[in-house]
Structure formats: C-alpha cells, structure tokens
C-alpha cells in the first residue's frame, strides 16, 4: 500500500474499533461524513505556506495535505509513541497558521524553566536528534490530541536529526519527544501495530 491507501485503510479502521481507541462513534457522530467531504490543500496553497514560513515541507506530508487539508473531528492518526496513545487529528493549514500565533511562537530552552525542569529532568531529556527546548519557532504543530499533544514538524534538528523528522509535544508534564523520522513512519507504524489490511470499505 502507498501512503494514501494506508490512509485510507486507517479510516476504515478506526470507524470499526472506536470504541477500543477510545473514541466517540465517528460515524453515529457525523465526524467521519464531514471527514469524506474534507478536500485537500492544493499545490499554491502548500508553496504560499512554505513560503510564508521559510520552510521545505516534506514530500510526503504534502503527499498527505494533498488528500487531505485536516481532518476536524475525525481522530485519523491513532498512535502509539513511547509509553503514549494519542489518537490525533490533522489541523488544516489555517489550523496550523492560527496555532503557530500563540504555541511555537518563540524560542525557549528547557533550562529557562527551573521551576519545571531540574538538571536531572534535562539530562533524562536529553536527545541528540533534537535541541533542548520546550518552544520554538521552527517547530510546527499539525495534528492535535485532547488540545494538549500535538505532532509537530521540525525544522531546526539537533546534531543527529533529520530536517522534517517529527516530535511529539506533550503537556502537563510538558515535554517534547522524538516521534519519528517522517509521517511515512508514522503512518506505517498505525498500519503494524493494529495488524491493517487494505481492503474495500463497505
């Protein structure tokens, strides 16, 4: 399966095993009708965002955006990352825009918050693939959970990182986590744990 199909194998997925997940009936709730009427972000509209932020976008998360531009209330990305479950939904570009204007809108190292984080925290932390912040301006959030965990793109890696790898910002105890290198890992990932299989939906 391509990155689409693997998409679209998840949506069938998570309308079958919601309640497993967590999850409201998307389709009792209507989440999953809006959902199919969602249209994707055209190639402008991706060009004027990487040019409005100074960045590359990734292929593949474009390949994403271009079937979908968000996913409102549907929770299309269950995930497993580290000792976490967080079933995300994707923000739409403006979603991201509006984000971008009050979370990951400055720079700040986790040593400028000594009442939240001691050394020990830091050095636990500590990731040679990304730099030691919990905010930065390089970073966006484009799939949200609860209104406190997102996935976010990386455009500033540490010394081992990629450009474009994933973290994961988690609040209350905050924290910013290595995800993965792309959204492909992550797509694949939701494919292997959950034993999916293409097929039809009915």
Sequence with gaps: ??????????????C?????????DPVEEEYFSAYEEIKGASDK?????EEDYGVSLPEDWKKLYRYKNGSGFFSMLPCVLGKGEYAFSLLSLEQIRRVKGYFQNRDALLTDFPDYFSKEDIERMADARLRPYLFHTKWFPFAEYCDSCYLMLDFAPGKAGKE??????????????????????VVGSIIKDNHIVKRDRQ
């Design 1 to 14: 399966m391509n990155l689409i199909e693997k998409i679209k194998a998840i949506e069938i997925y998570v």
């Design 16 to 24: 079958e095993n919601f309640e497993e997940l967590g999850l409201d």
């Design 45 to 49: 509209e991706l060009q004027t965002f």
């Design 164 to 185: 474009g790898q994933l973290l994961c910002y988690v609040h209350d105890p905050d924290s910013v986590t290595y995800a993965a290198e792309n959204i492909t890992d």
